[in-house]
């Protein structure tokens, strides 16, 4: 099928999130579509998809103007798409999941789906079991079965919005190698991203837009700074660190073991010294989450010592953790995080603590004025968080941190985030550093971690099977590790 | 992109919340007008007779405004009470039987001054007393929620039924009148035990005042302290307690304490001011009027006050229902019931347009 997408607009109020686009998707090609954070990539394929309205424009699959208004009316028509976040049922099966809006009537017809999925699975050489839990899955896994039941559906195109963000590289490899299969059938893939590599190694071609506009084109072989110039007006600069002398021992942890995701985490031992940059890495799920939780001591361990400075913490409360100077940032920056329906200048007012009956409101405004400025976080102390862009929810959380802090535990401190956000988080990062704070993070980007950090965790399977130095390994030996080979 | 034109949006988007509200309103008292009076004529009654009643009967005269702010006072109170637990999400439908509990505290204080001597220190003693009842009321109903993680609406609701069962079996058993037990309650108070009151409208300016303080008490509590912005947050998001390091349990038990303390100060009022004795419907309901009030002024502490009033009219006023045309009095609740019905549809539809509108763009 030919997509093409002629003069579309989307606005909300006054903001324009698209603006007179024109897109042109051929038969059996991967197209990606480009931009950064609130370029308006989502929007676009949104309407694409029936899933919102357009302002105006017109949709032409195979030279026919098409007008429908739900995303069933457009899977009807041929057009799936996998949302950045799985639209599934988490309490049923991978099978049921599978089943929910493909078996109608009364007969039981879960043999011959069972047939047809595992099937599909193999086609694809996927892993997904079909009878387990979909809440037992990781993201990439549910994308796994989310993308299966929209082919199985009859989808002729397929959207995935940020498809690699949060899955980890052997899934990501998975997923790119089923889209090559799936435009080799002659579907259509789109893929929106914010991550040039993932472009670069996969798509036909690619469009970039910015603003809510396209700013260009491109076909491969792709000319990376060229495409950069495109998506930020300027090519942003690498992060860069300068070297830092570790001081004494932080944290200490003596065979630690704790239960929480898949894996748990099991006899973990470390020492980590004041200036040091960890980066964690390990398939989405090995532990990563329950070690840094343990550690901000919102989780208890189940066996093993804990200490900071050389004081135990075990049995310590969460209290005791702050008190230290242990900070921990969640992944899920509005559910764990922020408090949605607070302004920017309440987070501050509740930051405050102190033992005063009343707000003090004029400090809190003073602050959140001068912290947002100096955080570029684009909202006035008024605005709520809820109403911030993924990237201003974290910089708004880095700003809240204390400059106190002795720890700082990140997990996936970058996740959804444009390149131009990703380096000033780092480059912020790094200033704590040099204040001798140790600071902790996890990521699904092998490439980040190598760039960012001096040390390297590998986690599999709820343990640390590698625990090395940056400049004493290479990205081959991590990528291996990570699989679970030493 | 938004910041350069900031100002303008916010005047714009302030300009555009007000004309909103307004569109809810008129929409919300039409559905209810209209409503209404298909039960008024089901009912076989002229519906413009009907409204008329209740009007006069609420505001017809001084004395009926009288009437309509003796309801009112309890009505507010147990709004700003619950203004506290809804602010950081708990549903404490246990109002009610935290009146009942602060009435069941007051009457046991003054049954010891029945003398009619030192009524003053007798009175000031009732009220904490009863303040003391509606707050542990509540307390028992936090503690199983935060210790034992039973929800919140079961042990209030379990918790009101055991307060109506001891206020029935105080009055007809250890604190029945003599030789005689019944539905019209427990001895009536000495007179000094009565809270004083302007006699021609019988309104204690006490009470009133009472009312009014705890309103802008409330204010000031959730606008300028940490408490109240602790409770707001922690209703945002109890997820997040970790990062601002705050003590969710310790704050849930506090709005409770907030709102059974306001619930008992009201069952107080009742007794001392209201009915002079302890009746078996002492709490008259206002819990769970008051659980609508708040609902329908969107758990604000300044339009809470004029919706209580406005409900206190409709109760008062449709007592002439059935005197003058042989209506039943539950009318009131009729129109209540679908005022908040009506708002929270049209709220809730206002907000699925809102989310329609604003789906995420990037």
Redesign the interface.
Known sequence: MRIELRDMHKHYGSIKANNGINLTVEEGTIHGILGENGAGKSTLMKVLAGYIPKTGGEIIIDDKIQDYHTPADASRRGIGMLYQEPLDYPPLTVLENFMIGQAGGVSNKTLRFREKLEDLIRHFNFTIDPDVRVKQLTVGERQQLEMLRLLSLGIEVLILDEPTTGISDLQKEALFNSLRRLASEGKSVILVSHKLKDSEALCDRVTVLREGEVTGSMEKPYDANELLSMMFGEPPLPSTRSPVEYGGTVLSMKNISGLGERTGLSRCTIDVREGEMIGLAGLEGSGQGVFLRIAAGITKPTDGSLSFFGEDMSGKNLHAFKKAGVVFLPASRLEEGLMPDLSIQEHFALKEGGSSFFVKWDEARSESREKTEKFRVKGTPDTIAEALSGGNQQRLMLSLLSKESTLLLLEQPTRGLDVESTNWVWWHLSKYCLRKTAVIFSSTDLDEIMSIADRILVFFDGTIIKDVKRDKTDTKELAKAIAGKV | ???S??IN??VSRRDNAIARFSRDLVITVLVVVSFTTLIIVLAGAPPLAAYYHIFKGSLGSWVKLGHVIRVWIPLTLCTCGLLYTFRIGLWNIGVEGQVIMGAVFTTYVLRFGMDGRMANFFLIAAFTAGVAGGALWALIAGYLKTKGGVNEIFAGLGLNFVAQGIILWLIFGPWKRAGIASMSGTELLPRELWLSYVSTIRLSPLGLSLALCAIIVTAIMLR???????L??L???P??A?????NTRLYMLLAMVFAGGFAGLAGSMQVTGVYHRLIPAISSNYGYLALLVAMLSNYNVWIGPVVAFFFACLNVGSIQLPMMLQMDSSLSGVIQGALVLAALAVHAWRIRARR???????
């Open positions: 992109m938004q910041e034109n900031g949006t916010s300028y302290t940490k408490i109240g912005l602790c707001k947050a209703g945002s998001n997820n997040a970790h990062i601002f390091d705050l329609i509108a604003e789906e995420t763009w990037y």
